[in-house]
Nanobody, 118 residues
Framework: QVQVVESGGGLVQPGGSLRLSCVVS????????MGWYRQAPGGARELVAQ???????NYGNAVKGRFTISRDNAKSTVYLQMDTLKPEDTAVYYC????????????WGQGTQVTVSS
């Protein structure tokens, strides 16, 4: 069984920074991709950033140059450093892991609220 728990959300002013953390528990076999998605009120869930264990990254266009994803494979943890935050970054941020089996399996965290406002 895989469990995903993220933390670090909160209220921050525009231009500020925030760091999210996500711990994945349970034994993970095989290749996987860990990352972050977000969902604004009334909006669709969109990709923020994702990273393979080997270090390959992919960022959503809205956050390129401002957010940085990193992984600590020994701790089964993924981080999201968010800089130069904008009000439009306000959303619930979800940690995600995809197991790259023949039939990929996705696991999601409960979400953490990030609010960017003055």
């Amino acid at each position: 069984q895989v469990q995903v728990v993220e933390s670090g959300g909160g209220l921050v002013q525009p231009g500020g920074s925030l760091r999210l953390s996500c711990v994945v528990s349970g034994t993970i076999f095989g290749a996987n991709i860990m990352g972050w998605y977000r969902q604004a009120p009334g909006g669709a869930r969109e990709l923020v950033a994702q990273m393979s264990a080997a270090g390959t990254t992919n960022y959503g266009n809205a956050v390129k140059g401002r957010f940085t994803i990193s992984r600590d494979n020994a701790k089964s943890t993924v981080y999201l450093q968010m800089d130069t935050l904008k009000p439009e970054d306000t959303a619930v941020y979800y940690c995600h892991i995809r197991l790259l089996t023949l039939k990929p399996v996705d696991y999601w965290g409960q979400g953490t609220q990030v609010t960017v406002s003055s």
